[in-house]
């Protein structure tokens, strides 16, 4: 496709539930991230790919939060044990390149709701 | 570490005025800093970035921004905006040689007839 895509657009888990996110950045980049958007604020850093290396998951909030991208493209984000707090959007973004100040595509997101 | 204020969380403007939006940062280190919207339910659309050369930077749908380096600021501004403008907008800054971006909080322009 044309751009970031992200599925399911919309999830509802109860509590405890495991959910499972996925990301097809856009064909041929190198680079993918996932953020983690809650209501009312901006973007917070989850994880960084380089092909199907994993450099960065400084932002993963705890260890209920898992994320691969086993052959360099689709990438999947896993939360275990969900709790009310994970409620948020959950963006994945693509850049073509590894160097600073590439532009990074978004999806539309995965809007992640616990009851 | 790198962190992005966004002062306002909501500015209100009467469709063709002239609106500034204001973000500053805190690095100190060079970094790259990036205008994002993002329309409801939508993901985040890149508007400009400014990564170096001339201060000022064009972006889409008529929108400049303005890196100040003395200040820490890049603010955005549109001379006259749009209803179509409505949306929330946030500011980002990159650094130490990766694409990590590092949001602000958003605000959300609300453009009136």
């Known amino acids: 496709g044309a751009g970031v895509s992200q599925s399911p657009r919309y999830k509802v888990a109860k509590r405890g539930q495991d959910v499972a996110l996925r990301c097809d950045p856009i064909?041929?980049?190198?680079?993918l991230f996932w953020y983690q958007q809650a209501l009312g604020q901006g973007p917070e850093f989850l994880t960084y790919f380089q092909n199907e290396a994993q450099l960065d998951k400084s932002g993963l909030p705890s260890d209920r939060f898992f994320a691969e991208r086993p052959e360099g493209s689709v990438s999947t984000l896993k939360i275990q044990r969900t709790q009310q707090e994970d409620s948020a959007v959950y963006l994945c973004?693509?850049?073509?390149?590894?160097?600073?100040?590439?532009?990074?595509?978004f999806g539309e997101g995965s809007w992640l709701t616990v009851v | 570490a790198q962190s992005v204020t966004q002062l306002d969380s909501q500015v209100p403007v009467f469709e063709e005025a002239p609106v500034e939006l204001r973000c500053n940062y805190s690095?100190?280190?060079?970094?790259?800093l990036f205008w994002y919207v993002q329309y409801p339910n939508q993901g985040l659309q890149l508007l400009l970035k400014y990564l170096s050369g001339s201060t000022l930077v064009k972006g889409i749908n008529g929108f400049e921004a303005e890196f100040n380096k003395s200040q820490t600021s890049f603010h955005l501004r549109k001379p006259s905006v749009h209803i179509s403008d409505t949306a929330e907008y946030f500011c980002?800054?990159?650094?130490?040689?990766?694409?990590?971006?590092?949001f602000g909080t958003g605000t959300r322009l609300q453009v009136f007839p």
């Open positions: 064909s041929g980049h190198v680079s």
């Open positions: 690095s100190s280190v060079s970094v790259y």
């Open positions: 980002a800054v990159t650094s130490g040689g990766t694409d990590k971006l590092i």
């Open positions: 973004a693509s850049s073509f390149l590894t160097s600073q100040g590439n532009t990074i595509y």
